[in-house]
């Protein structure tokens, strides 16, 4: 059975970076595309990008130019950096995983990991 | 403000019907891109519940059903039970953003 767990910091000073790693047990992370999403408290899900496991990315075009995501296919990771955070970047972040095979238009994300609240203060 | 419209809340009464509405656009749901659902209870991670608009994996009652149609799509759960209220999401591609997109949630309470 795979599964996702998110690490990394809970809280971040605003302007500084934010650096989430998902570790995926259970299978391997090749052919899948990987994604990070988040949800602000008591708000709905928002899609952050995804990196496939060829290494190429896409990520949400109100968070591009902060946002990079990377891969360790040796530990079967995937990590997010997001500079320059502020309050706004307050949220549960989940990383997921896409569906085998499927290209990315028709994929959903299955499994989730558990989350990780990340809070952005001084 | 979410790409893909969803109705803040619902309600019923066990044993009833409920549906749940998933509105987009023509760069989305009615470009012909797949619609999916996910349940989320309370202080969980999403789970998958629908995927390409009316596949239920395995494991999920045949109470939850998705249909899709034009522009929107919908999620519907029949016999409404207790465990059912939670928070569902749907989610989508859009071809303008060139990625998935989700609604802002819907709070299904069971009376």
């Known amino acids: 059975q795979v599964r996702l767990q998110e690490s990394g910091p809970g809280l971040v000073k605003p302007s500084e970076t934010l650096s989430l790693t998902c570790t995926v047990s259970?299978?391997?992370?090749?052919?899948?595309?990987l994604s990070w999403i988040r949800q602000p408290p008591g708000k709905g899900l928002e899609w952050i990008g995804y990196?496939?496991?060829?290494?190429?990315?896409n990520y949400n075009p109100s968070l591009k130019s902060r946002v990079t995501m990377s891969l360790d296919t040796s530990k079967n990771q995937f990590s997010l950096r997001l500079t320059s955070v502020t309050a706004a970047d307050t949220a549960l972040y989940y990383c997921?995983?896409?569906?085998?095979?499927?290209?990315?238009?028709?994929?959903?994300?299955?499994?989730w990991g558990q989350g990780t609240l990340v809070t952005v203060s001084s | 403000q979410s790409v893909l419209t969803q109705p803040p809340s619902v309600s019923g009464a066990p044993g009833q019907r409920v549906t749940i509405s998933c509105t987009g656009s023509?760069?989305?749901?009615?470009?012909?891109?797949?619609v999916h659902w996910y349940q989320q209870l309370p202080g969980t991670a999403p789970k998958l519940l629908i995927s390409?608009?009316?596949n239920r994996p395995s494991g999920v009652p045949d109470r939850f059903s998705g249909s899709k149609s034009g522009t929107s799509a919908s999620l519907a759960i029949t016999g409404l039970q207790a465990e059912d209220e939670a928070d569902y999401h749907c989610?989508?591609?859009?071809?303008?953003?060139?990625?998935?997109?989700f609604g802002g949630g819907t709070k299904l309470t069971v009376l």
């Open positions: 997921a995983r896409g569906h085998l095979g499927l290209p990315a238009a028709l994929n959903w994300f299955d499994p």
């Open positions: 259970g299978d391997s992370i090749s052919s899948y595309y």
């Open positions: 990196i496939y496991s060829t290494g190429s990315t």
């Open positions: 023509g760069s989305n749901i009615g470009a012909g891109y797949d």
């Open positions: 390409g608009n009316s």
């Open positions: 989610q989508s591609y859009d071809s303008r953003l060139r990625g998935w997109v």
